[in-house]
């Protein structure tokens, strides 16, 4: 029996979470697909994604692909095709179907910036209406055209000119409009002059005073007792000594104090004079403003000219557009065509 190869297989959703070996080809049961796997995203990578749209030519769908011919079919059941087309050719019956392209009888056309929206459509056109013939043949040959030349009319403007205008000459009035002023002169002023009086004081002298001596009486005396001792320890002989002093009446004299005469000579005498102030006379000058007399010159202003304008004749020459010759090429009506069917990847 000849060896027989097997790669990995599961359901639908065993192949979404299935990462595998880098390089591992897993079969997707749901989707009649075959799977790529990198050993790091789940699910791999569709050889054929869903969504792929071809030309086949068989009278039905293959498994795993639906014919483009707008049928409803399951939102469920085809739930990834779903996933990736949604309800841009069709809502189906707007809840639980959705509707396959339709291409019976259309030409796919890509999306661009003419044409942007999946899933629009335009004017069908019929399979005889489409060109049947792509032969190159004849030349066309384009006549030449010529247009005529216009030149416009010159046009000259009038010159102008203006006329001078001088103005009159105004001297101010010759009579002083601020009258002479008269000589004004102050009296003088003379303060009278003020001497005080000078005033001496008296010298004072006081007279000495002198004082009495005093003697105390003289009625003590100075009385000294004796008696006898013994002399020594060692035997009864006596000597005197004294035993008692006494202060006999006496007297002490307390000379007399004199004070001096105090002497307190006379205030110095002194005159104040202050002498008279004198202001003398002021005198103000006559302010006189002699006549005179403010002269404005006429002011001339010269005449204005302006010359004519002249704006010559503009000409535009003919304009020739040569003869367009395109060779060797003729656009045929039709061309040969062949019916085939449109399947789309579940």
């Avoid at 990578?45 to 068989?58: C, L």
């Avoid at 392209?101 to 209406?129: F, I, Y």
């Avoid at 009086?197 to 004082?211: H, K, V, Y």
């Avoid at 009385?223 to 006494?246: E, F, I, M, P, W």
Wanted: with cysteine.
């Amino acid at each position: 029996m000849a060896t027989q190869l097997q790669f990995r297989r599961g359901t639908t959703a065993q192949n979404n979470s299935f990462t595998g070996a880098d390089g591992e080809v897993s079969i997707d049961k749901g989707s009649k697909g075959l799977r790529i796997h990198d050993g790091a995203t789940a699910g791999g990578y569709e050889v054929v994604p869903a969504g792929t749209i071809v030309a086949y030519g068989g009278a039905s769908a293959p498994i795993g692909w639906l014919l483009c011919d707008a049928a409803a079919v399951s939102r469920t059941t085809y739930a990834r095709l779903f996933a990736i087309v949604g309800t841009a050719f069709g809502v189906g019956d707007g809840s639980s179907t959705f509707n396959t392209p339709n291409l019976a009888d259309r030409l796919p056309l890509g999306k661009g910036s003419n044409n942007g929206t999946v899933g629009a459509t335009g004017s069908a056109a019929a399979a005889s209406g489409v060109l049947t013939s792509a032969a190159i043949s004849g030349v066309q040959t384009g006549a030449s055209n010529t247009g005529t030349g216009t030149s416009g009319t010159g046009t000259t403007g009038t010159a102008n000119t203006g006329t001078g205008n001088t103005g009159t000459g105004t001297s101010g009035n010759s009579t002083a409009t601020i009258a002479a002023s008269t000589y004004n002169t102050g009296t003088g002023t003379t303060g009278t002059g003020n001497t005080g009086t000078g005033t001496s004081g008296t010298a004072t002298t006081g007279a000495g005073n002198t004082g009495t001596g005093t003697t105390a009486a003289a009625t003590q005396a100075l009385n000294v007792g004796t008696g006898n001792v013994a002399a020594s320890a060692k035997d009864s002989s006596l000597t005197a000594v004294v035993t008692s002093v006494n202060t006999a009446a006496h007297s002490h004299s307390i000379p007399a104090l004199s004070v001096a005469g105090l002497s307190v000579p006379g205030l110095l005498s002194v005159s104040l004079s202050v002498p008279g102030l004198s202001i003398p006379a002021l005198t103000i000058p006559t302010m006189t403003t002699g006549n005179h007399t403010h002269s404005v010159p006429a002011l001339a202003v010269p005449a204005l000219s302006v010359p004519g304008l002249s704006v010559p004749g503009l000409t535009v020459p003919a304009l020739t557009v040569p003869a367009l010759t395109v060779a060797n090429h003729t656009a045929a009506t039709a061309l040969p065509f062949e019916i085939t069917n449109f399947i789309i990847k579940i």
